[in-house]
């Protein structure tokens, strides 16, 4: 193996008298100099801008404040356009997420029970003749009076006024309270052409057909014995009328209305 030579302190030592007497030259000197000075004066016009350069004053509170604001006002403003508020649709429909309300079965019921309220008309009456007709009944069965006293108030009310609430011209205050025509018999009013002179009861009671009704089943039951009676004898024995006979022709058709409204 071969050995590394051992460094000649000679040589070296020429070398670097050289070297210094190179960097010792005038020209060499100079520039170095030049340079080292072109270096700091640099260094010294930067840091002279800088301190000659005044920093701009602090901004006042109010301005930052009214700065943040404006920022947020207009954040807020972009988000609502990216986001518009849903609108309804033209056709009624829920928006998704909204439930949807089905009818029941018991209000389908409950419907149709209120149109079915009012009665159709039976045996050639009008619907205002059946309206009262239907007035009397539910009346009666209000006060759990028997069919057959159902049928006499029927046969009665055809005979007296035709079904119809009527008021009296002679009566002029019976023209003020709703009514389906008019009558002429003494002071006689209503749907049993009650009259208010025999105690029945006042005028604006007797032309509310349910008062006159319950008027009307109230003295039907106080009589002994009217369920044995004709249908014209216990009319008669209510109303004590100069025609006794009249309300037999009214109980065909009286049967039906009662059989169509019980």
Same mark, same amino acid.
């Given at each position: 193996?071969?050995?590394?030579?051992?460094?000649?302190?000679?040589?070296?030592?020429?070398?670097?008298?050289?070297?210094?007497?190179?960097?010792?030259?005038?020209?060499?000197?100079?520039?170095?100099?030049?340079?080292?000075?072109?270096?700091?004066?640099?260094?010294?016009?930067?840091?002279?801008?800088?301190?000659?350069?005044?920093?701009?004053?602090?901004?006042?509170?109010?301005?930052?404040?009214?700065?943040?604001?404006?920022?947020?006002?207009?954040?807020?403003?972009?988000?609502?356009?990216?986001?518009?508020?849903?609108?309804?649709?033209?056709?009624?429909?829920?928006?998704?997420?909204?439930?949807?309300?089905?009818?029941?079965?018991?209000?389908?019921?409950?419907?149709?029970?209120?149109?079915?309220? %009012?009665?159709?008309? *039976? =045996?050639?009456? /009008?619907?205002? $003749?059946?309206? @009262?007709?239907?007035?009397?009944?539910? #009346? +009666? !069965?209000?006060?759990?009076?028997?069919? %057959?006293?159902?049928? *006499? =108030?029927?046969? /009665?009310?055809? $005979?007296?006024? @035709?079904?119809?609430?009527?008021?009296? #011209? +002679? !009566?002029?205050?019976?023209?003020?309270?709703?009514?389906?025509?008019?009558?002429?018999?003494?002071?006689?009013?209503?749907?049993?052409?009650?009259?208010?002179?025999?105690?029945?009861?006042?005028?604006?009671?007797?032309?509310?057909?349910?008062?006159?009704?319950?008027?009307?089943?109230?003295?039907?039951?106080?009589?002994?014995?009217?369920?044995?009676?004709?249908?014209?004898?216990?009319?008669?024995?209510?109303?004590?009328?100069?025609?006794?006979?009249?309300?037999?022709?009214?109980?065909?058709?009286?049967?039906?209305?009662?059989?169509?409204?019980?």
């Amino acid at each position: 193996m071969g050995q590394h030579r051992a460094e000649n302190p000679r040589r070296s030592g020429r070398a670097w008298r050289r070297l210094r007497s190179v960097l010792g030259s005038g020209p060499v000197r100079f520039g170095s100099v030049a340079a080292l000075t072109c270096c700091l004066g640099t260094v010294a016009f930067v840091e002279s801008r800088a301190a000659d350069t005044p920093a701009p004053p602090p901004a006042a509170p109010n301005v930052l404040a009214e700065r943040r604001a404006a920022a947020e006002n207009e954040a807020a403003s972009r988000g609502n356009e990216r986001a518009p508020s849903p609108t309804p649709s033209a056709t009624g429909s829920p928006s998704p997420g909204q439930p949807t309300v089905r009818p029941t079965a018991a209000r389908t019921r409950m419907t149709k029970a209120k149109r079915q309220t %009012r009665p159709s008309p *039976v =045996a050639g009456l /009008t619907q205002a $003749q059946m309206d @009262n007709a239907h007035a009397i009944v539910q #009346t +009666g !069965v209000r006060l759990k009076v028997p069919r %057959r006293g159902l049928v *006499v =108030a029927i046969a /009665t009310a055809m $005979q007296e006024s @035709n079904l119809y609430n009527l008021a009296n #011209t +002679g !009566v002029p205050e019976s023209l003020n309270y709703p009514n389906q025509g008019t009558g002429y018999d003494h002071d006689s009013v209503g749907l049993f052409q009650q009259r208010p002179s025999s105690g029945w009861g006042t005028v604006a009671d007797l032309m509310r057909p349910a008062y006159a009704a319950e008027q009307f089943f109230k003295a039907l039951l106080a009589i002994p014995g009217w369920q044995e009676m004709s249908v014209t004898g216990a009319a008669q024995a209510v109303q004590v009328s100069a025609f006794p006979d009249a309300y037999a022709q009214h109980e065909t058709r009286a049967t039906t209305v009662v059989g169509a409204l019980v």
